[in-house]
């Protein structure tokens, strides 16, 4: 894939508007994460790490922070929505809700923060 904006490029409609609306909050929250590449995914980077990448999928799309542990941690905050143990399914008619999606990349950022120390 390549950087986000070149990853979006490829997007149309709902979906690409559902996985823009991840990023441009995600970037919002952690303003120095820079587009890059993780794990051959299309990514915001944070200190050398991978903070989250959305992706479209045929049937779904997903999230990717990097971490079962903030999945784990945030499940509560998620109910209905399918999970595995690195990314969480949605779609562009049944999107994560602010405030969870927030928590994650909150989660994620502590995360990155914590081990950098």
Do not use: W
């Amino acid at each position: 894939m390549g950087t986000v904006t070149t990853y979006l490029a490829t997007i149309d409609g709902p979906d690409r508007a559902a996985l823009e609306r991840v990023y441009a909050m995600a970037q919002e929250m952690v303003p120095e994460a820079e587009e890059g590449t993780s794990y051959a995914m299309a990514a915001l980077i944070y200190r050398g790490k991978g903070l989250i990448a959305a992706v479209q999928a045929k049937k779904f799309l997903s999230i990717y922070p990097y971490s079962g542990a903030v999945i784990a941690a945030n499940l509560e905050a998620i109910p209905g929505f399918e999970t595995t143990t690195g990314s969480i399914h949605f779609s562009a008619v049944k999107q994560l809700p602010d405030d969870a999606l927030r928590r994650i990349v909150t989660a994620r950022r502590a995360e990155i923060d914590a081990k950098a120390r």
